[in-house]
């Protein structure tokens, strides 16, 4: 029988209401770091100088992702608005990651411009 384990959380806050960041470079179990690093890589390629920042949330920098369970929630922080970039190659980018990554049950490309996060 599969025991359904509570390890979701709700973002911390400080006596301000102010999300605490629990995410760390260093908590990432590395097992997950050849897919990070592909992403990244992809990322990169792809944007070029449009790429600002690239970042990974949700269970793996905090690390508490589980191995097969997980999965690689990434965003790419773009110079310009998305709806400017080519980005026909993202569907094709994660399919491949995905079958290439059996450490995660996905990978996600998002992309924010940093208009949207200033």
């Given at each position: 029988?599969?025991?359904?384990?509570?390890?979701?959380?709700?973002?911390?806050?400080?006596?301000?209401?102010?999300?605490?960041?629990?995410?760390?470079?260093k908590?990432?179990?590395?097992?997950?770091?050849?897919?990070?690093?592909?992403?990244?890589?992809?990322?990169?390629?792809?944007?070029?100088?449009?790429?600002?920042?690239?970042?990974?949330?949700?269970?793996?920098?905090?690390?508490?992702?589980?191995?097969?369970?997980?999965?690689?929630?990434?965003?790419?922080?773009?110079k310009?608005?998305?709806?400017?970039?080519?980005?026909?190659?993202?569907?094709?980018?994660?399919?491949?990651?995905?079958?290439?990554?059996?450490?995660?049950d996905?990978?996600?490309?998002s992309?924010?411009?940093?208009?949207?996060?200033?």
């Amino acid at each position: 029988m599969t025991t359904i384990k509570e390890i979701g959380s709700l973002c911390i806050t400080d006596k301000d209401g102010y999300m605490i960041n629990q995410s760390d470079k260093k908590k990432i179990n590395p097992i997950f770091l050849p897919a990070i690093h592909d992403v990244i890589h992809a990322y990169s390629t792809y944007l070029k100088d449009d790429l600002h920042s690239v970042y990974i949330r949700g269970s793996i920098p905090k690390g508490i992702g589980i191995e097969g369970v997980a999965d690689l929630d990434t965003i790419a922080v773009t110079k310009q608005r998305p709806n400017k970039l080519q980005l026909n190659w993202v569907k094709k980018i994660e399919h491949r990651l995905n079958q290439k990554y059996d450490c995660v049950d996905g990978i996600e490309l998002s992309f924010y411009s940093i208009e949207d996060i200033d």
